[in-house]
């Protein structure tokens, strides 16, 4: 249950640093804390606790990458591993985000050291 208001609460956060107004952020967190087939689901069924886990990771993960934070994204990124696959998806993410930003030239070698451990640790699992 803390989990899922956590990842709330996240989403919360995501929604605003996207310049969504607080009053959207709360009602499409409060409507994604009250879904039944996605926090219910994690909510009640033991073995959809990694879904759960690598939601809120996710969402650390694009808060990180917008605020430019490689070590918070480079842990997060291995946690997200760890919990399940899905947070590798997040390397060619932040490798556009950064082409987009033209800012690739000046921090691909930070976002190249934050993939690295998770990288070889997905390969290793």
Same mark, same amino acid.
């Given at each position: 249950?803390? #989990?899922? =208001?956590?990842?709330?609460?996240?989403? %919360?956060?995501?929604?605003?640093? $996207?310049?969504?107004?607080?009053?959207?952020? /709360? @009602? =499409?967190?409060?409507?994604? +804390?009250?879904?039944?087939?996605? !926090?219910?689901? &994690? #909510?009640?069924? %033991? !073995?959809? +606790?990694?879904?759960?886990?690598?939601?809120?990771?996710?969402?650390?993960?694009?808060? *990180?990458? &917008?605020?430019?934070? &490689?070590?918070?994204?480079? @842990? $997060?990124?291995?946690?997200?591993?760890?919990?399940?696959?899905?947070?590798?998806?997040?390397?060619?993410?932040?490798? =556009?985000? #950064? #082409?987009?930003?033209?800012? +690739?030239?000046?921090? &691909?070698?930070?976002? /190249?050291?934050? *993939?690295?451990?998770?990288?070889?640790?997905?390969? /290793? +699992?």
């Amino acid at each position: 249950v803390v #989990l899922s =208001v956590v990842c709330s609460g996240l989403l %919360y956060t995501l929604f605003r640093r $996207a310049g969504v107004s607080a009053n959207v952020a /709360l @009602v =499409v967190a409060a409507l994604a +804390l009250l879904n039944r087939y996605v !926090f219910g689901e &994690w #909510l009640f069924n %033991y !073995f959809r +606790l990694a879904d759960l886990l690598s939601a809120i990771l996710l969402i650390v993960l694009f808060l *990180a990458l &917008w605020g430019g934070r &490689w070590a918070v994204f480079g @842990v $997060a990124l291995v946690l997200g591993v760890l919990a399940k696959e899905t947070a590798v998806l997040m390397v060619p993410v932040a490798f =556009v985000y #950064l #082409l987009e930003r033209r800012a +690739l030239s000046r921090e &691909w070698r930070a976002a /190249l050291l934050a *993939a690295l451990p998770a990288g070889l640790l997905f390969v /290793l +699992l």
